[in-house]
């Protein structure tokens, strides 16, 4: 069972922000912004290029659910989902991001060669 399906049975805890039958959201342990918390479908899907579109539409709604419960619906956010190795994902079950609680800065990408970025 991969480590968000643990989470997902309560085998490994998480700090809970908001559960329904089919989604769950969570604080990231390892915070890259003062807010971190990462969404996640209660069943196994690898990545966003698994995801059918029937999910997506659900997973929408809870997405824009958990924004509103951290206040960050007013000021705004950022939401990442790494898909695969050249996407950077660790954890090979879906997951989107939600980074916010302040203006995040977005220079990781060199504008000037788009090769830097690798
Ligand atoms: P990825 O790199 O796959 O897009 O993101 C995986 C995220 O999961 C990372 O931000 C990492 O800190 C987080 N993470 C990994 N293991 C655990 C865990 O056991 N609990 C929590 N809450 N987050 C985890
Ligand atoms: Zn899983």
Redesign the pocket.
């Known amino acids: 069972m991969c ?2 399906c643990k ?1 997902v049975e309560g085998e ?1 805890p ?2 809970k922000v908001l559960e329904d039958k089919n989604f769950l959201a ?7 912004a003062p807010l ?1 918390v ?1 969404v996640i479908p209660k069943d196994h899907i690898v990545s966003f290029e698994e995801t059918p579109s029937e999910l997506m539409a659900k997973m929408t709604p809870f997405i824009q659910e958990v924004t509103k419960k951290l206040g960050l619906d007013k000021n705004g956010y950022r939401l ?3 898909v695969g190795d050249d ?6 079950h879906l ?1 989107f ?1 939600i980074l916010g609680g302040g203006k995040l800065i977005w220079n990781h990408f060199p504008k000037d060669d788009p090769h830097k970025s690798l």
């Not at 969570?26 to 890259?32: G, M, Q, T």
């Not at 996407?87 to 090979?92: D, H, L, R």
């Open positions: 480590i968000f989470i490994i998480s700090n969570f604080h990231d342990i390892n915070p890259a971190h990462l990442v989902t790494n996407g950077g994902q660790e954890v090979k997951h991001h």
